[in-house]
């Protein structure tokens, strides 16, 4: 049984607050990416949708004159680092298992390269599969952050996900555990 779903996850206050400002639709279509990807890389879906669902959760908006400036955000962006600390905090206070909350901050922090100097890491499996699924939903310019959806419908769309989840979990000649 898990103890925190991702319904959980999107109804603090926090999550919204973060997850509305780096793009709802992008988190929730990163998560189901993150699922089908777990599937294929023998990685705890569980653990790869809440790190696809929160991975930009550290996002700041860079603007220049009112507009989104990409350039701006490229060159100084560390969203990853902060959303990595903002998930393991959520995630501890909604009483997620400390090691799976790190494990999902873990993902969160290098799921991109981003703001490491001509980086390039070794990923875990974990890591990868969500580095893979922002990837899938990602759109030039940073447009993936501007996609709209109501809120029943992403509350039906998380919902659904988590019903997949557990699903997952619950086929016998699987016997996965969480």
Same mark, same amino acid.
């Given at each position: 049984?898990?103890?925190?779903? !991702? #319904?959980?996850?999107?109804? %603090?206050?926090?999550?919204?607050k973060?997850i @509305?400002?780096?793009?709802?639709? %992008?988190?929730?279509?990163?998560?189901?990416?993150a699922?089908?990807?777990? =599937?294929?890389?023998?990685?705890?879906?569980?653990? /790869?949708?809440?790190?696809?669902f929160?991975?930009?959760?550290?996002h700041?908006?860079?603007?220049?004159?009112?507009?989104?400036?990409?350039?701006?955000?490229?060159? @100084?962006d560390i969203?990853?680092? =902060?959303?990595? $600390?903002?998930?393991?905090?959520l995630?501890?206070? !909604?009483g997620?298992d400390p090691? =799976?909350?790190?494990?999902?901050?873990? /993902?969160?922090?290098?799921? #991109?390269d981003?703001?490491?100097?001509?980086?390039? !890491?070794?990923?875990?499996?974990?890591?990868?599969?969500?580095a893979?699924?922002?990837?899938? $939903?990602?759109?030039?310019?940073g447009?993936?952050?501007?996609? =709209?959806?109501?809120? #029943?419908?992403?509350?039906?769309?998380?919902?659904? !996900?988590?019903?997949?989840?557990?699903?997952?979990?619950? #086929?016998?000649?699987?016997?996965?555990?969480?």
């Amino acid at each position: 049984m898990r103890k925190v779903r !991702l #319904t959980d996850i999107y109804l %603090h206050p926090i999550a919204k607050k973060y997850i @509305n400002r780096s793009g709802l639709v %992008h988190a929730i279509s990163t998560a189901y990416h993150a699922f089908s990807l777990a =599937k294929r890389y023998g990685v705890c879906p569980d653990l /790869a949708t809440k790190a696809a669902f929160l991975h930009d959760i550290g996002h700041y908006t860079w603007y220049t004159d009112g507009k989104w400036d990409y350039s701006l955000y490229k060159e @100084n962006d560390i969203h990853a680092i =902060k959303g990595a $600390d903002r998930a393991h905090k959520l995630l501890i206070r !909604l009483g997620e298992d400390p090691k =799976k909350a790190k494990e999902i901050a873990l /993902a969160i922090l290098l799921h #991109t390269d981003s703001y490491l100097p001509n980086g390039q !890491l070794e990923l875990q499996p974990l890591q990868k599969v969500v580095a893979l699924a922002d990837e899938k $939903d990602e759109e030039p310019g940073g447009l993936h952050h501007y996609r =709209k959806m109501d809120e #029943t419908r992403a509350l039906e769309r998380i919902k659904a !996900l988590d019903e997949l989840v557990d699903a997952y979990y619950e #086929t016998p000649d699987l016997k996965h555990s969480v």
